[in-house]
């Protein structure tokens, strides 16, 4: 009934780009709030980049001024536009969604979303 699914994995070379798709269903925009989470080696998972019930985009310390999350406007599509790649960027991207209002500053806390999608693999190696 809620799905999300991503698109636009893929091998880079650092310092290359890459957007990210998320096609969500079911969902409610107006009760919304998103999420962008990573999965490294290593690492564990981490929320990289959340957008409120009103589009506002926060970011995590690690991806901020180098990654750009939006979700257009009444539609039910979300990117992550990722400049400037790193080797440590590389791992799986999830899309993530909670069924709340939420206006501004979401929280970058796993714990506040219920809803994943199945993810996309980015390598960024050269």
């Known amino acids: 009934q809620f799905q999300l699914v991503e698109s636009g994995g893929g091998s880079v070379q650092p310092g290359g780009s890459l957007r990210l798709s998320c096609v969500a269903s079911g969902f409610d925009l107006r009760r919304t709030f998103w999420g962008w989470l990573r999965q490294s080696p290593g690492k564990g998972q981490e929320v990289i980049a959340t957008?409120?019930?009103?589009?506002?985009?926060t970011y995590a310390d690690s991806v901020r001024g180098r990654f750009a999350a939006s979700q257009i406007n009444g539609k039910n599509t979300l990117y992550l536009e990722m400049d400037n790649l790193k080797p440590e960027d590389s791992g799986m991207y999830y899309c993530?969604?909670?069924?709340?209002?939420?206006?501004?500053?979401?929280?970058?806390?796993?714990?506040?979303?219920?809803?994943w999608g199945p993810g996309t693999q980015v390598t960024v190696s050269s």
């Open positions: 957008i409120s019930t009103d589009g506002y985009p």
């Open positions: 993530a969604a909670d069924r709340r209002l939420w206006l501004e500053g979401v929280p970058l806390d796993i714990r506040e979303f219920k809803f």
